[in-house]
């Protein structure tokens, strides 16, 4: 995935249907990365303790985005599931 180049077409996109005037990334140069640390899917007990901190408006993007992601990807990786309030 290239965050970079899909945030730079999503403005290309906005200028052309007049939301904005420039591109504010347009001469942003990708950075070279060696990633040290992969994401995972946070273990049902982790999940609990971020809800259990998190504010209802921030609760509710991680229930969104735990529900967005594809059945497959939820079996594959630790259980994750549905979340509980």
């Given amino acids: 995935m290239n965050l970079l180049k899909n945030t730079c077409n999503f403005f290309d996109w906005m200028r052309r249907e007049r939301m904005v005037s420039e591109n504010p990334l347009e001469f942003v140069e990708p950075v070279k990365l060696t990633p ?49 309030l």
């Fill in 36 to 84: 040290t640390h992969y994401r995972r899917a946070l273990t049902p007990e982790q999940a609990q303790r971020l809800l259990a901190v998190a504010s209802r408006e921030r609760a509710v993007v991680y229930l969104v985005a735990d529900a967005a992601r594809p059945a497959a990807e939820r079996a594959a990786g630790a259980d994750g599931g549905r979340f509980r």
